[in-house]
């Protein structure tokens, strides 16, 4: 996938389903060590529903709390608490001048006092036991059995990578920088090929872990090149000096660290009051990990942000089809045009759309701008008024001739019953393009489609745009032109081959 180029897959993991994704995993994380902190003994829970059932057992089991193991874990919270705000403080780091590492502090205590106190013998506190030493002998992997688990393998690689991306997503954002994410699944590649090799399990992030290095200042890669380092002298050397750690002090630094992760949730009341719909997206992951699993709560995450971020709001903006100039209650300016100008709103009305017309949300982006062109007729800004001559700039013409400007003409023509009927017709004048709009029951001439924030266009947008056009002749009695179009819409406008002969002046 990395070869391929396929990281741009993670634009879907918006902001807030990467937080979320975060939040409900911290959740997971934090609910393995309390086992450890309190010396319980129950058994781990996988698939649906699996932390709230580790949570029923854990509640279940809690009166049998190993109060030695639990007063261990005490010390090391006091500890670690006590480092993480004074190394917060900055009255203290100005005396002090570096944090202090109470992480390793713990973890050197705690196997000090482990093998002297005989922490196991004597109060049967649970430690690590054993480490051991050496590297596995290097061996071709067993590429018989490649047909029976690819398809595992497939779905267990775009689990690590989405997993891994969501957690250095989180990281980057905390410390200002950015993440390519095709250069994390090429890594990711390599290390499992290699790996593979050696009989090593499949690698991904291991979110507890980094936490723990990032919390204790670790933020550059000089910080996995002295932790692999570590490993390897663990692995060939000081394994045997590590077997007496508590593992209650692993837990109570684990659980430090995830503090201000799960911490994360109580923003969702912020959120709510800034947009309902971001809290929404932060929500759905999270609980959905809280509740089901990470697997599904992240896959619920996307296809939720997917849905709402792409489909619902481009069907449901409020403002990506909107009348420019003056305003239909007090014809006050309240925005400006870069083509348009000095426009008579008697007699002309400009519509902006502000997204890509394409399949999804074109027929939804043109009904609104029916909408508005209805409202305008019966609203008091567009009230009926004399004919106008429109004077369209030429497409050659300079820049200062780009306005529209109204004229009065003859007595409308009306049909045997009196009706006002519609007259268009186009000619030269001084150098323009003129466009003789009559007198009809409303009083708007000319259509104005704003098309200067349109990116892009589909066929379905260019043949619900020519019906556009008809409906303005045909119902409003009234011209369309477009304004601002890009070279690729106007291109695809042209080439669709939808509106007949096109007018020079129908591209403003």
């Not at 990032?214 to 390897?232: D, N, R, Y």
């Not at 502000?354 to 062109?373: G, M, Q, S, V």
């Not at 008091?380 to 001739?401: C, F, M, Q, W």
Request: net charge positive; charged share 15%; hydrophobic share 50%.
């Amino acid at each position: 996938m990395g070869i391929l180029g396929l990281g741009f897959v993670t634009v879907y993991l918006s902001d807030r389903v990467v937080q979320g994704f975060a939040c409900g995993a911290a959740f997971h994380i934090f609910n393995t060590q309390l086992k450890w902190i309190f010396g319980l003994s129950y058994r781990k829970r996988r698939g649906l529903f699996c932390l709230p059932l580790s949570v029923y057992d854990f509640v279940v089991a809690l009166p049998s709390t190993h109060l030695p193991t639990f007063l261990v874990s005490l010390v090391c919270l006091t500890a670690l608490i006590t480092a993480r705000f004074l190394n917060g403080n900055a009255k203290v780091m100005k005396v002090i001048r570096f944090p202090i590492p109470m992480e390793l502090l713990v973890i050197v205590f705690g196997s000090v006092a482990s093998y002297f106190m005989n922490l196991r013998a004597v109060y049967a506190i649970d430690i690590i036991r054993s480490v051991p030493l050496g590297f596995p002998s290097p061996q071709l992997p067993a590429f018989h059995l490649l047909p029976e688990l690819f398809h595992d393998s497939f779905i267990i690689a775009v689990i690590a990578f989405s997993v891994a991306i969501s957690a250095g997503r989180v990281f980057a954002q905390k410390h200002h920088y950015s993440i390519d994410s095709n250069q994390e699944l090429r890594a990711l590649g390599v290390v499992n090929l290699v790996g593979g090799f050696f009989q090593c399990l499949p690698s991904a992030v291991a979110l507890a872990r980094s936490v723990v290095q990032e919390s204790a200042g670790g933020v550059t890669q000089v910080v996995s090149i002295v932790s692999a380092s570590l490993i390897v002298l663990v692995i060939t050397v000081l394994g045997p000096l590590l077997e007496p750690v508590p593992k209650a002090c692993l837990g109570c630094i684990v659980v430090i660290a995830l503090i201000p992760m799960i911490l994360k949730i109580m923003e969702v009341g912020n959120l709510w009051k800034v947009s309902r719909l971001e809290a929404v997206i932060f929500l759905i992951p999270c609980l959905a990990i809280i509740l089901l699993d990470v697997e599904i709560g992240l896959a619920l995450g996307i296809a939720f942000s997917l849905l709402i971020g792409v489909v619902w709001r481009t069907q449901e903006r409020a403002d990506i089809v909107q009348v420019l100039g003056r305003t239909e209650h007090s014809g006050s300016e309240n925005d400006s045009h870069p083509i348009i100008t000095n426009f008579p709103s008697s007699n002309v009305i400009v519509i902006r759309i502000a997204t890509p017309l394409h399949f999804a949300n074109a027929e939804l982006c043109l009904n609104k701008a029916r909408k508005l062109i209805g409202r305008s007729l019966r609203s008091n800004s567009y009230a009926p008024s004399a004919a106008t001559r429109i004077h369209l700039p030429d497409v050659e013409g300079d820049d200062s001739k780009h306005s529209l400007i109204g004229s009065p003409l003859p007595d409308p023509v009306t049909d045997k019953n009196g009706a006002v009927k519609a007259d268009t017709s186009s000619r030269k004048s001084d150098g323009r393009e003129l466009i003789q709009v009559t007198q009809t029951l409303s009083s708007i001439r000319l259509v104005v489609l704003d098309l200067s924030a349109v990116s892009f266009i589909d066929m379905t947008g260019v043949q619900l745009l020519k019906k556009f056009r008809q409906d303005c002749r045909s119902i409003h009695a009234c011209e369309l032109v477009l304004a601002g179009c890009l070279d690729p819409v106007k291109e695809m406008l042209i080439a669709g081959g939808k509106f007949g002969d096109i007018p020079p002046n129908f591209f403003l």
